[in-house]
């Protein structure tokens, strides 16, 4: 199956930006999209922003449009979501998934494949 390692995380004051990567090896050819989630302690796990792969469509959260970016690299087989403007409330563990239902975007439940995730910390 296809495995997912995130990357990129770390600690930044408000303000400032991170690059996250998500770097998949196998075959990811049956997948709808890729999403980006997060999920900070005692909360559920929410929609961050995804990638269609048929067309390079984005989605969004209310909460990150305008200062986050969804992209990739076909070459290197890898995801980003470049953030920039963080706030504190940006502090989660920060995932990525491939999606092959077709289920809505925003819901973790469409998504089959997790990375373990990456630590991001924005300090006030």
């Known amino acids: 199956q296809v495995q997912l390692v995130e990357s990129g995380g770390g600690l930044v004051q408000a303000g400032g930006s991170l690059r996250l990567s998500c770097a998949a090896s196998g075959r990811t050819f049956s997948s709808n999209a890729m999403g980006w989630f997060r999920q900070a302690p005692g909360k559920e796990r929410e929609f961050v922003a995804a990638?269609?792969?048929?067309?390079?469509?984005?989605e969004y959260a209310e909460s990150v449009k305008g200062r986050f970016t969804i992209s990739r690299d076909n070459a290197k087989n890898t995801v980003y979501l470049q953030m920039n403007s963080l706030k504190p409330e940006d502090t989660a563990v920060y995932y990525c998934?491939?999606?092959?239902?077709?289920?809505?975007?925003?819901?973790?439940?469409?998504?089959?494949?997790w990375g373990q995730g990456t630590q991001v910390t924005v300090a006030s």
């Open positions: 998934a491939n999606k092959y239902s077709r289920g809505t975007v925003y819901s973790p439940e469409a998504y089959g494949s």
């Open positions: 990638l269609i792969w048929n067309g390079g469509s984005t």
